[in-house]
């Protein structure tokens, strides 16, 4: 059987286990390896159990580990289990791990319009650069490095732009890192079904009847929607149902509901993740206040519903206009005629938990019209 010499670079990792060491010789040559007693040509022997040597440092980056790595002829002196002493010496070195890419080579279909694809590997000295190595990426989409705050922390770059072209794109994207690289084919589809509405949903009430219909656009057929995720359900006594009709009471209310719907036409299907906030508080008063006049005494009332009392507050009222804190507005107009938008926050102070007050803060918009004739 063929002997090797004392070169062998062990697979274990540094400092983590003391290792056996074996030596088995019978004509001055050896194998040095970490494991269990073993004879060959019965002649073997063990002549230690020793501890590698600590790195003075960590390695530097994600995907980087110490080895090491035992030579002969040294004046490291380890004394064997059996009285003999052998000469053994260890050396370290870093080994990158090889670069993988993270995400898969099917990108699956998306809308025409904004598309966001985090990018990321792993391996490599942890440091990353991305390229474009063969096909074409969709027609207003590019591969960048400044990417978006909703990104996961561990991307490195991102496929970002707004698509313009239907079809199906193929391309190859390289990863370097470490003088290592990680090719892969991949595959995005553009397809011009998409949704209408925007993903941020008019806002919905505890204990209200809420119904919003969804809209399609640019679809081959008749359409289905879904709600696709146990992880993004609509709200609790909420349903959707498959003509894009989102309905029900909700029963529980939350800052901003996340919810993944899905929509297909027989030839494409697509995903997108819609918005809903859903509040214990209500503004029940109509969106347009009354007309007031220039110079004339003026008074409104704000009202809210909801469990407990409310505690109003107005921002960008017209000069000479002022709220209290039940919802009055009250004054004198003494600014020029115009249109203005008013901010109105009712926060509910019943909603109290251990730890502090919960507020459900509620902007919305109330307009006031000034006119020296009431009318503008």
Known sequence: MKRRSLTRQFVQSVGLLALTILVVSSVNHGEIRA?????????????????????????ARTGQRHTVTPTASTTNGVTANLGVTTNLDFSLALVVDPVVQSQGPIFGTMSIGQVEIPMSA???????????????????????TDLPS???????????????????????????????????????????LRVKDSQVLPDAFVGTFYTYT??????????TWTSTTAEFPVP?????NAAGVLSGTPTTAGSSYHIGIGLADGTDT???????????????????????TQ?????????????????FFANGLPNGLSMNS???????????????SVSVTATDTSHITADAAEFFNLPRDRTVIIGSHIEV
């Open 150 to 192: 909703s990104f996961p922390s561990s991307a490195s770059a991102g496929l970002i732009g707004v698509a313009t072209t239907p079809g199906t794109y193929t391309f190859t994207l390289r990863v370097t890192s470490g003088g290592l690289a990680a090719d892969q084919d991949c595959t995005l589809k553009i397809t011009s």
């Open 326 to 340: 039940a919802g009055g507005i009250s004054g004198s107009v003494n600014t020029s005629a115009g249109k203005y």
């Open 295 to 311: 110079n004339g005494a003026y008074a409104a009332t704000v009202a809210a519903a909801g469990t407990g009392a409310h505690t």
């Open 236 to 240: 609790a006594g909420m349903t959707l």
């Open 122 to 144: 792993t391996g490599g000295d942890g440091t990353y650069a991305w390229s474009l190595l063969a096909g074409s990426l969709p027609s207003g989409i590019s591969l960048r």
């Open 35 to 59: 494991g269990a007693w073993t004879s060959l040509d019965n002649f073997s022997r063990m002549i230690a159990t020793v501890t590698p040597p600590t790195p003075s440092a960590a390695p």
């Open 214 to 223: 969804l809209t399609e656009l640019g679809n081959a057929g008749p359409v």
């Open 270 to 292: 697509v995903f997108q993740g819609l918005t809903l906030r859903v509040s214990a508080v209500e503004i029940t008063t109509p969106g347009v206040l009354p007309n007031a």
